[in-house]
């Protein structure tokens, strides 16, 4: 009974810490997506467990937060007006925008490094291929053009690659492309499923995820697709990494007990972040 009436006092004890100071804990600050109140919302925990609260509240759905890189906007999509769209939030001011107004699907925002550009994925060509749009919405232009699915972009830290995802060899894998359009490589060409790339703070490396060993598991691989290793062996599905802004930690999503939780890896092994009894999804590490 003790351990059910620990979450409870958690919550409370964290709304009070977050309200009495600005966005920010000790080790930082996690963004995901939860449905607990009956429809997909966007939360905020802090790395330390404390301040875990609901950001958003609205009736439609909200998912995918992406953080600019100051830390100050979120990214996100939500199909409040009827289709999904990328709208931005000021965490300061709570100032909403709907940056792609556009009938077809549009999701999984993620922001240049200089956080003058966000890439995203849209059908508005028949299928989803990758996007280019400035930050206030303006010059869309297609980065991919094929009949595949292409989704879940992420930049390098230089600014110069995307990396996103696409089944066009007839399984999922990991493909970067130079920022201007040219020279696109597969970095994972084997027969599992790979995706959700995560480029590390440092430029070096990808994490991703792979059914590579029967179910699914993170991996790191360096940016060039070279040496790859295994993160997390478990048999439970542990997906969607995201990097520490230092490189030493990555958070993902696993239903190792029972729900799809928050848990954090890092040298010393890996730790849940999150006890809701209610799935989570979409993590995103502020910068
Ligand atoms: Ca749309
Ligand atoms: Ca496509
Ligand atoms: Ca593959
Ligand atoms: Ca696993």
């Not at 709304?15 to 600050?29: K, Q």
């Not at 937060?65 to 000021?90: H, K, Q, T």
């Not at 709907?98 to 490094?113: F, R």
């Not at 508005?124 to 280019?132: A, F, K, M, Q, S």
Request: aromatic share 10%; net charge negative; charged share 20%.
């Amino acid at each position: 009974m003790i351990r059910k009436k620990i979450p409870v006092l958690y919550l409370f004890v964290g709304l009070i810490i977050t309200s009495c100071s600005s966005l920010g804990g000790v080790g930082g600050v996690i963004a995901f997506v939860s449905d607990r109140d009956g429809n997909d919302d966007i939360y905020v925990i802090n790395v330390d467990g404390s301040g875990q609260r609901k950001i958003m509240e609205h009736a439609a759905s909200n998912l995918y937060p992406a953080w600019s890189p100051d830390g100050e906007l979120i990214a996100f999509v939500s199909d409040r007006d009827g289709n999904d769209e990328i709208y931005v939030m000021d965490m300061g001011v709570g100032d909403m925008e709907n940056l792609t107004g556009n009938p077809a699907g549009d999701a999984a925002p993620a922001w240049s490094p200089d956080g003058g550009q966000i890439a995203f994925a849209s059908d508005r060509d028949g299928n989803y291929d990758i996007y280019i749009m400035n930050a206030d919405g303006s010059n869309v232009r297609a980065l991919t053009g094929n009949s595949a699915h292409d989704w879940g972009p992420a930049w390098s830290p230089d600014g110069e690659q995307i990396t996103f995802f696409t089944n066009r060899d007839g399984n999922y894998e990991i493909y970067v492309i130079n920022s201007d359009g040219s020279e696109l490589r597969n970095l994972t060409d084997n027969r599992a499923t790979d995706f959700y790339p995560a480029w590390s703070p440092d430029g070096e490396q990808i994490a991703f995820v792979s059914y590579h060993e029967g179910n699914w598991d993170i991996y790191v691989m360096n940016a060039d697709g070279s040496d790859v290793r295994r993160l997390t062996e478990h048999s439970a599905s542990d997906s969607q990494p995201s990097w520490s802004p230092d490189g030493e930690q990555i958070v993902f999503v696993s239903n190792r007990e029972l729900y799809f939780e928050l848990y954090v890896i890092n040298s010393d092994g890996v730790r849940r972040l999150t006890d809701n009894q209610n799935d989570v999804k979409d993590p995103a590490w502020q910068p």
